[in-house]
């Protein structure tokens, strides 16, 4: 069966994401995409964030950053700020570059530790140019000055953008590529009798339409993937036991710039998001209901925000976790429709990209295959499994004890695989990254040192590097950050400069 028409059921920024990318497939090929979404479905919308594999996305569509980033008010981000995570008063940056680079095949924190343990006081955090520039709220794309300095280091980023103006934005974008969007419901899903395979859909209004792919992009109802095709859920509430939230966008009323990074400051049973746009603050707390009733949340909330709020709260619910396929049949879940891992490392988005990243690869308009579906659900379903473990990691990695939800978090079995990480870390500071690994080792030193885990020790490669020379490359090192975070221009001035916010 060769597929010549694929429907993508959702819009929001999963549905239009998808639709955007596979409208590049249509160049040549006589294939039809529609979409269909109801106006009186409200999206999510809440997953502002993104990580800097995001910014490769809209390079793939050909989307300049700086058009894209004027229309959806966005903002650049240099990392994650964590407060009050390893104890209450802790706080430390995630960044998105490495501490340092590699010397002698040795990454850079062994070579730190090395050097702290003979005196050497300068914190990681001064080698790495993404958290000093996050700290002192100053902002530049490598592209500004690597013409003319080539020895300086280069800036990793991502984005802030309004999650609904970016799905408008796409929807544009994938109109103008021969998507079909169709107004509507789905009130009843057609399978073929023998196969199983979806082969229709019917609206409310009583209009049908076949197909030959499907991409479910319904949010966490699953409507192909789960109501039609009874696929089944895997929970992992018991590792990652928050689940509700409430979002509520606000102003920032004393005027100040946006900072480069998002914030992510751990309350008693949870903690609040706060991500910062070019008009307004995006604001959210997850919290677990065992611990916390709805309200004491949105007080919480309110008590912590920059400003006036711009709308009424939007309370969620949901289950972490992860469908036990993401592609069944001729079925492909995206975005909520696979599963949902809170958005503490701003992987929503993430994991949206990489879905549709690996369909258009495995994808053969020829039809669907047994091998295409198996391989896309094998390495998705690894994709999660990390990218879970790093997020149990936060929680558990802490000292608090100062509420049921941190003596529960803290005290919790984990996984093998995350018990595993840590001890390595724990015994000679080694962190081993598998195959395609989402986060990188800065990434894991970050979190783990910055909520406590310490080093006891480091790879033995780095006593065999000259002590004389070694020092003056990380003098060196740390002189070229500070020259560079010295010379970059604010977030809100360069943000004035490159892409200021087109009007709503």
Known sequence: MTIQHIVIVGGGTAGWMAAAALSRLKSGRKLDISLIESEQIGTVGVGEATIPPFVGFNDLLGI???????????????????????????????????????????????????????????????????????????????????????????????????AGKYAAFLR????????????????????????????????????????????????????????????????????????????????????????????????????????PLQHRNGNGHVYCSDFMEDQEALDILLGNIAGKPQADPNFLRFTTGRRKKFWNKNVVALGLSAGFMEPLESTSIHLINTGVDKLLSLLSLDGVTQTQEDTFNRLTGREYARIRDFLILHYNATSRDDSGFWNYVRTMDVPETLTEKVELFKANGQIFREEDELFTETSWAAVMMGQGIAMHGHNAMADSLDPVSTRKEIDEMEQSIRFLVQHMPGHGEYLSRYCPAKAA
């Open 172 to 275: 544009q974008y994938a109109e103008r590529r021969g998507v079909i969007r169709h107004e509507g419901k789905v009130s009843d899903v057609s399978l073929d009798g023998e196969t199983g395979f979806v082969t229709g859909l019917t609206l409310d209004d009583g209009r049908s339409l076949e197909g030959d792919l499907f991409i479910d992009c319904s949010g966490f109802r699953g409507l192909l993937i789960e109501q039609a095709l009874k696929t089944g859920y895997e929970d992992w509430t018991h590792w990652l036991p928050c689940n509700r939230a409430v979002a509520l966008p606000c102003g920032r009323d004393d005027g100040s710039p946006p900072p480069p990074f998002t914030k992510a400051t751990a309350h008693s049973a949870g903690w609040q998001w706060q991500v």
């Open 64 to 162: 300049p950053e700086s058009e894209l980033l004027s229309n959806v008010q966005g903002t650049f981000k240099l990392g994650i700020q964590f407060e009050n995570w390893g104890k209450r008063g802790d706080s430390y940056i995630h960044p998105f570059g490495a501490y340092g680079y590699t010397m002698g095949g040795i990454s850079f924190h062994h070579v730190w530790h090395k050097f702290a343990e003979e005196g050497d006081n300068r914190p990681i955090q001064v080698f790495n140019v993404e958290t000093m520039a996050a700290y002192f709220g100053k902002f530049m794309r490598s592209e500004d000055y690597q013409k003319q300095r080539d020895d300086l280091p280069p800036i990793n980023y991502a984005y802030h953008l309004d």
